[in-house]
């Protein structure tokens, strides 16, 4: 988040990531005067992160430092060995889930399983690597019994989006939170009173202003290893314990909706 942040807080934010060592041994105040701001911008920062205050953001940078982070995150070289590449995709990849686990809050979860389950139908939104995600998604839903489609055409999402109502939830996947397209059609559809539900990487986006709900996933993008890549893992995750909330939540008819989706495509293999 650094790069998008107002000057004072960048420059307290790339102070804290070059001493996370130091840093959680100091006071705020002892923090705000290394880096010649007020500690109003200290505490500041931290709730723009996320946390109740400096302490709480001195704990969780505390827990990064057990694992060594540094290295997990090294980037791909040109000279890498097949064996370096797969160590470290898979090591993104954890640490990505790991992240994402961490960051996402349970409470949305529970607010975003209240609203599907009370809708008519859902609709999902995805651009370009979400696309695939939110197709994930839609399928996911269909094979516990709830209604679902799934739009990955910019012009389609407007015209859908447009046309939702207050009695259908819509599922926006979008990493950035930046992209024109999803942003349009999750504005659209607020402002057609549906519910709706947003999947993006921590940190604020202009799609959370048209948000009802917002969950987490947390990807680090490197040179080679894009958020394209560790995003989709973090967004499958999330979207497993969504759907597992819901099967969960009316257990008897996803059961049911489940055995004989089983049967029936029992029926394509040999």
Do not use: W
Not at 75 to 83: A, G, K, M, R, V
Not at 161 to 179: K, M, N, R
Not at 203 to 215: C, E, F, M, R, T
């Amino acid at each position: 988040m650094a790069a998008s942040l107002p000057a004072t807080s960048r420059r307290i934010a790339h102070f804290v990531l070059e001493n996370v060592g130091e840093v959680v041994h100091m006071s705020v105040t002892e923090l705000a005067e290394r880096t010649e701001s007020s500690e109003g911008s200290v505490v500041g920062l931290a709730k723009t992160l996320g946390y109740t205050g400096f302490q709480q953001l001195k704990i969780a940078l505390a827990q990064d430092l057990v694992a060594p982070v540094q290295f997990i995150h090294e980037d791909l070289e040109p000279s890498d060995h097949p064996d370096t590449v797969v160590r470290k995709i898979f090591a993104s990849h954890i640490q990505a889930l790991q992240d994402t686990r961490a960051s996402l809050d349970v409470h949305a979860l529970i607010r975003a399983t209240n609203a599907i389950r009370a809708a008519r139908r859902v609709e999902i939104y995805g651009i370009g690597s979400a696309a695939p995600i939110a197709e994930d998604a839609g399928y996911r839903l269909m094979r516990i019994g709830i209604e679902a489609k799934v739009l990955i055409d910019s012009h389609t999402q407007a015209i859908g989006a447009s046309l939702t109502g207050p009695d259908v939830a819509t599922l926006t996947i979008s990493h950035s939170g930046s992209t024109q397209e999803t942003v349009t059609a999750t504005r659209l559809a607020r402002e057609a009173g549906a519910k709706t539900i947003v999947l993006t990487n921590f940190g604020k986006s202009p799609i959370q202003a048209y948000a009802d709900v917002v969950l987490f996933t947390v990807a680090r993008e490197t040179d080679f290893r894009t958020e394209a890549m560790t995003s989709r893992i973090g967004q499958l995750a999330v979207i497993d314990a969504l759907i597992a909330c819901l099967a969960l939540e009316d257990y008897e008819h996803s059961s049911d909706i489940l055995r004989r989706s089983f049967e029936i495509l029992s029926l394509k293999r040999y």
